[in-house]
C-alpha cells in the first residue's frame, strides 16, 4: 500500500475565535465550509512544510502528546502589495524585516495573536 496524503488541517488556537474566523472570513477573505455551530473550516493555498530545529522546551499546545510545535507563515508574491490591501481594510502590519530566507512581517490578529507574512526568496516546494 502506498502512502497517500490529501490534505493538512491546520489548527490555530485562539483566544477569541469568532472574531479570528471573521477576519480570515471577510479581511483575509478565504473560502470556509460551516461545519455548524459556528464552526468554520477554511481553504487554504497550497502549502509546503520545513523542520527547523527547537530548544527541547519550545513545543506547542499538544506537548503532552509528541505533536511539534508550528509556526504558521503566509507567502506572497509581495509582501509591500500585499500589506497595502491588509492597510485599506484597517489592518496595520508588523515592520518588515529582510532576512536570508525572505522579505517578513506580521499580520495582527483579533485576538492579540499573529500570523507571519513573507515574500520568499528561497526556492519553494509549492507546486510539487
Known amino acids: 500500500m502506498t502512502l497517500s496524503i490529501r490534505g493538512v488541517h491546520l489548527l490555530l488556537y485562539s483566544r477569541t475565535p469568532e472574531a479570528d474566523r471573521a477576519f480570515f472570513r471577510d ?3 478565504l473560502p470556509s465550509i460551516d ?3 459556528g ?3 477554511f481553504g487554504l493555498p497550497p502549502a509546503e512544510a520545513a523542520l527547523h530545529p527547537t530548544d527541547a522546551g519550545a513545543v506547542g499546545r499538544d506537548a503532552g502528546s509528541g505533536i511539534l ?3 504558521l507563515y503566509l507567502m506572497c508574491d509581495d509582501v509591500q502589495a500585499f500589506m497595502r490591501s491588509l492597510e485599506a ?3 496595520q502590519c508588523g515592520p518588515v524585516t529582510t532576512e536570508r530566507w525572505g522579505i517578513a512581517t506580521t499580520i495582527p490578529l483579533p485576538s492579540g495573536g499573529a500570523l507571519g507574512l513573507y515574500q520568499p526568496t ?3 516546494a ?3
Open 89 to 91: 481594510r484597517g489592518v
Open 69 to 71: 510545535g508550528t509556526s
Open 122 to 124: 528561497h526556492p519553494t
Open 27 to 29: 479581511v483575509l477573505e
Open 35 to 37: 461545519i455548524g455551530h
Open 126 to 128: 509549492l507546486g510539487l
Open 39 to 41: 464552526w468554520m473550516i
